[in-house]
């Protein structure tokens, strides 16, 4: 019963060339979403969230596309450069009870950007 | 650097042999967090305090237990654990910014269980 998925392990692109990442998720009540990336023997590091009120938000090379009625989410990495290789895990917020917010976490995808 | 720091980074234990992960953070933030990630598999939060209260997940196993003794540090007690409890476990800290909470990850600790 995973509330975030993303079906693809692993995907391996040329350098220059663009990642696209994909992530659904089930829980209409994801109002908050965000993307982290991390590298071997490192914990995951934010790199870019977007919130249910928009459908795009960038960061430089990093966009991330919302489609609230598909409940998906998409990030697009162009150019794509060696050091991107990391695995990438999608995320939902969800409000506790405590008053504060936890993460639900996709399984990641693997990216490799070869030279 | 104001960080996570996690300790030890790596951890065997022998099966039933009581283990305590630690974690301390330098960003003085009010939330810390326990996920356990099996290999190839999301993280899963297992608790979370808020400052001193403690929220644990409703399926988490009464064998993971936590402490909070102050802002900075924060504890894992596995009292008794299994060969299904080898996994990754990541501590966390978050405040908040603006209408939302950033939440900010040490490197880990791989447990290993004999």
């Known amino acids: 019963d995973q509330q975030v998925k993303q079906n693809s392990p692993s995907l391996s692109v040329q350098e220059g060339r663009i990642s696209i990442l994909n992530c659904d998720y089930t829980?209409?009540?994801?109002?908050?979403f965000l993307w982290y990336k991390k590298y071997p023997a490192e914990g995951p590091t934010f790199l870019i969230s977007i919130s249910s009120i928009k459908d795009k938000n960038e960061d430089g090379r990093f966009t991330v596309f919302l489609n609230k009625s598909a409940k998906h989410l998409s990030l697009h990495i162009v150019p794509s450069q060696p050091g991107d290789s990391a695995v990438y895990f999608c995320a939902a917020s969800q409000n506790t009870q405590g008053g504060s917010e936890k993460l639900v976490f996709g399984k990641g995808t693997k990216l490799t950007v070869n030279p | 650097d104001a960080m996570v720091i996690q300790n030890p980074r790596y951890q065997v234990t022998q099966f039933g042999k009581p283990v305590t992960l630690s974690c301390s953070q330098t960003l003085n933030h009010n939330v810390m967090y326990w996920y356990q990630q099996k290999s190839s598999q999301a993280p899963k939060l297992l608790f979370h305090y808020y400052d001193k209260d403690f929220n644990n997940e409703a399926d988490t196993p009464d064998n993971f237990q936590s402490r909070r003794p102050n802002t900075s540090f924060c504890f894992l007690d596995i009292r008794s654990p299994g060969l299904g409890d080898a996994a990754m476990y990541l501590c966390?800290?978050?405040?908040?910014?603006?209408?939302?909470?950033?939440?900010?990850f040490g490197p880990g600790t791989r447990l290993t269980v004999t």
């Open positions: 966390a800290t978050s405040r908040l910014a603006g209408a939302h909470y950033e939440q900010y």
């Open positions: 829980n209409s009540m994801f109002d908050y």
